[in-house]
């Protein structure tokens, strides 16, 4: 099986990369800007024996997504199928917000979602059962303070995934999202203290974080055969979380 995995170099998009990858799948590493930790990530499978590549591209730029995707087609001829991980936050409260900060936040974790699925539609058609993965967030479903634009894109996503269930389903595509909580990841840990994360874990019912492990579990289940009958859901992954308040 042929798969891409946006931001498929650090954080649970490496974690959803290397699972899929000893699963004797093929994958194409997309990342957006840290060539350094690419290449790292790139001979850390290398050693491992995994059949991959990156691939380097903005997913908010709709010439560098085509061509990635005419990359994919040139080199592998199809697609079975994407996951869109890579995203991005500013924490900024409205009043204070800079609008360029905030439509970096929108353009990539939403808009790049979009046109990744856009330009992957042509790969996946024909394929038995192909399969389109979104990562959203549980603030997408229980927003929070200090990141509407993360939440809104988030949101966004959520309903992105119902909108492509229902236009891809006569191709046989199944379109899902995944929707994590606080999973410790150099994004996500940027801005908290050691004593908020310490209090995060406590009021989780499970008494624990998010775990990159827990996330690539859901998306590799979702990917898979087992999930035939599972399109326009968002799975939240959240260890009960979302339902304290």
């Known amino acids: 099986m042929i798969y891409l ?23 194409i590493l997309n990342y957006g800007s840290n ?33 990635m995707f005419s990359f994919v087609k040139k080199n592998y001829g199809k697609l079975n199928g994407l996951v ?7 924490d900024e409260f409205v009043e204070n917000c800079k609008l360029d900060n905030y439509m970096k936040v929108v353009n990539t ?9 856009k330009h992957a539609i042509p790969l996946l058609k024909n394929q038995q ?21 993360y939440c809104c894109s988030a949101s966004a996503i959520i309903t992105l995934t119902q909108c492509l269930a229902m236009e891809l389903a006569d191709y046989n595509i199944r379109v899902n ?8 990841t150099p994004l996500s840990l940027a801005g908290w203290t050691k004593d908020e994360i310490k209090a995060k874990e406590q009021r989780n019912p499970r008494h624990r ?7 690539s579990n859901a998306v590799c289940f979702l990917l898979s ?6 399109n326009g859901e968002n799975l939240k992954v959240n260890g009960g979380g979302i339902l304290k308040k």
């Open 177 to 184: 999202c995944v929707s994590p909580a606080f999973t410790p």
């Open 225 to 230: 055969n087992k999930a035939d009958y599972i």
């Open 5 to 27: 995995v946006t931001g498929a170099t650090s954080g649970i998009g490496k974690q959803i990369a290397e699972d899929l990858l000893k699963e004797k799948n093929t994958v």
């Open 129 to 149: 059962n192909a399969s389109i993965v979104n990562i959203a967030s549980s603030l997408g479903v229980r927003p929070d303070t200090e990141c509407s634009a």
């Open 209 to 215: 974080l998010g775990r990159t492990e827990d996330m």
């Open 84 to 90: 869109n991980n890579a995203g991005t936050n500013v």
């Open 35 to 67: 060539d350094k930790q690419a290449q790292q990530v790139l001979e850390e499978f290398k050693n491992k024996k995994y059949d991959c590549c990156l691939f380097k591209a903005d997913i908010s730029d709709e010439k560098q997504v085509k061509e």
């Open 109 to 117: 974790n939403f808009i790049g979602k979009m046109l990744c699925s």
